[in-house]
Each structure stands twice: as C-alpha cells, then as structure tokens.
C-alpha cells in the first residue's frame, strides 16, 4: 500500500438531487463523501424516492462542517448536530437542515450508497 491523497475540488462522482449534493472520492479502497443540502432540505422529502426506502439506510459517520441537521431515528430519538461535531448514525433515520445556513458534512460511513437508489 503506498500513499494517497485526493481533493474534493475533483471528486471522482458528484451525485446530484434537488437543493444538494454529494461529491465522492475514492481512496484507501473505500469512498469519503462532502455532502452539501440547502436551507428547507430533507432526506424524506428529496432522496426518499430516489433511493427507494422509506428512511435513510446509509450509516454515517461525519465530520460537520457548517450549518445544523436535525436527525430523527426510526426508534424517535433525535439529534441537533452542528459545526465541529462528528456524529454515528446507523441505518434507519431521516434528518433536515435546521435553519438558513447549508449544511456540509463530510462522511467516512456511508458514501459508498448515500443518494443512489436502492438495490
């Protein structure tokens, strides 16, 4: 193994879908996503028919870079994660931008299948 490095300025796939986006690289055999949804964004409202579950099945685990997500659990905890945090999610979960500011997130977990459809 040698080493690597890679920028988002030139992701290898950029997934797009209404108010975001998800720009991945693959590096080190797996893919690390930068996420950005726009003010008024939410998971069951934009992605839900596009990957094809009812909540979303990508586990996450972010680094968050700007803006507030609200997240709640298909079990009814919710979360309000900001700037700075790093968060775990496992599948089964719906989340939202929480007031006027984008949120960025950087993700190790789950670009690999986050904003593809299903199967």
Known sequence: MSAEHKSF??????????????????IGGGEVGRY?????????????EVVGTDLC?????QFHVAGRLGVRMADGTELELGPG???MLPP???????????????????AHVWAQAAG
């Open 9 to 26: 300025d030139s992701p290898d796939e950029v997934r797009e879908f209404p108010d975001g986006h998800a720009e991945v690289v693959q």
């Open 36 to 48: 950005t949804v726009e003010p008024g964004w939410r998971w069951s409202t934009h992605l839900k």
């Open 57 to 61: 099945e990508a586990p996450h685990f």
């Open 85 to 87: 945090e790093v968060s």
């Open 92 to 110: 089964g979960h719906d989340a939202w931008v929480i007031g006027d500011e984008p949120v960025v997130l950087v993700d190790w977990g789950g």
